[in-house]
RNA sequence: GCUCGUAUAGUGUAGUGGCCCAUCAUGAAGGCCUCUCGAGCCUUCGACCCGGGUUCAAAUCCCGGUACGAGCACCA
């Protein structure tokens, strides 16, 4: 007989390139303005997990250095290290805040420009712009280090150049194939105060001088970022060849699609909820980490999803069931079973049946069972109603709620019931749309937060009032 | 338009020249279970974008095509 060999099927994150025996250093770096969301995950889980696998360093990094497009947000700094923990279970190694480094970059800058590799530009972006189609040289590019320097400081000086006057740019080659490369721009003036650091500053770094620079000050091993970013990669290379260091190891990965999630910016978010579309950051319809985690999406269950989807370059659309399917693995085993009857229809019950009992509370574990009492009916749901079916653990009735038989006597419907038991809701969100449908809920003691099932329905989590749904 | 990247079942994913008539998960269908439209267990369904080339041998390497995506911001 031939044996068949087993194929070995790589289980996790694929090995780190380019390690030889490091420690890595990576780093997630998100901007400050707003709370984390879905999107970042990835990120944080991909990030750290490779930073927890291998004993290396997790950096969380704020990119707060525009003050016009997305103006950093205080609450998030806050937030975010915080949430980084729920997420990766653990904290970040290391926290650097890009707006309390800008004399860092201010020195790197003055480098660039000594070293002969920058220059300041005074040529509208328009007018660049057919610079880098045409793949002419600007004039400002013949400058020498003491027009430039000169140039920088009238960047700084609130008396000199304006924003919009002038740009420092890395000289690159004009002729580059990539017209993305082409003496792209490391910094730019911005007036508007930045909340952490008000007007101290008026020269920012471009995010791909700044993330340049400080991925070499923090010796930052392996970076893994999406795709998009790749000619930012190749732009950083040159900046690192100009300065003689070594740009580190690169991963990438796709763009992911959820379908239910749509399209959302922080940017966007923030502005529906200050017109009161939405109640909040954790409002249940935004992809939001704070949302994500009301609705009792578990972090295990985000860095499993994650993890699977793995470092491919694909870009993918993957439906919310697969994440959900990770989050029944992880939330099932803890999740009492609980009766939430929805268009409650009362049935008197005739006949003999235990009066008073109790039944298991989950079937595979050990949880402590429910007790019943009955008077003369029971609830269940007017779609079960008026036909003979099961009572899930008490008896079989006739659709006029004569008592069949105690024990299960035929292959008719089980169906779920309450005695006594209290009005309540459960709130369903499906993408956009947010529909509440009124019940009876079986009488409980669990707490809110408590993650039940609800038989026949789905896991649902307690809310102060009344139940919402996390999935089926 | 220029530049860069990706292409394995419905959806994801493994696979880096022979262990592959292709892995695993999810999904769908059916079954089991002294009792949920849940969990668990079992069975079934289902894929290497197209065309050339290299090779004894290609999902795997090369070329071309096609499709999809991204970048070309004084955003990150």
Known sequence: ??????????????????????????????NPNGPLSFGHSRGLVINGQYAKDLGGELILRFDDTDTTVKPPMLEAYESIPVQQEWLCGFSAHRIVIASERMQEYHDYAELMI??????????????????RVSKTECPCRGNDVAKNLEG???????????SGDAVLRVKTDMTLKNPALRDWPAARIQTNPHPRVGNKWRVWPLLDFQSAVEDYLQKVTHIIR???????????????????????????????????FGAFSTSQMKKDIAEGNFDGWDDPRLPTLSALSRRGIRPESLRAFWIEL???????????????????KVIDPNAPRLAFVRDAFPVVLKGNFPKTGSISSHSDTEMKPRNYSIDEGVWIEEDDSGRPIRL????????????????????????????????STLTIVNGQNIETIEGILEDNEYSVGTIVQLERIGYAIIEENGLLMVHD
């Open 114 to 131: 000594k070293g002969e590799f920058g220059y300041v530009c005074t040529c509208s972006a328009d007018e660049f712009r057919e610079f």
């Open 392 to 423: 899930k653990d008490l008896c079989d009735i006739d659709a006029d709620g004569n008592v069949e038989s105690i024990d299960r006597s035929d292959k008719r419907s089980v169906v779920h019931w309450v005695a006594g038991g209290k009005p």
């Open 310 to 328: 793995g470092l491919t370059q694909k870009d993918i659309a993957v439906p919310l069931s697969t994440l959900y399917s990770h989050n029944t």
């Open 1 to 30: 007989m031939l044996e068949r060999k087993v194929q070995t099927r790589r289980e996790g994150l694929p090995e780190l390139p380019n390690l030889n025996g490091r420690k890595p250093v990576l780093r997630f770096a998100p």
């Open 152 to 162: 920088w400081k009238m960047m700084n000086d609130p008396a000199g150049y304006q």
């Open 226 to 260: 999406g795709k998009d970013l790749m000619d930012s990669t190749r732009k950083q290379t040159l900046l690192y060849e100009h300065f003689g260091w070594e740009y580190p190891e690169t991963i990438y990965w796709g763009r992911v699609k959820v379908h239910e």
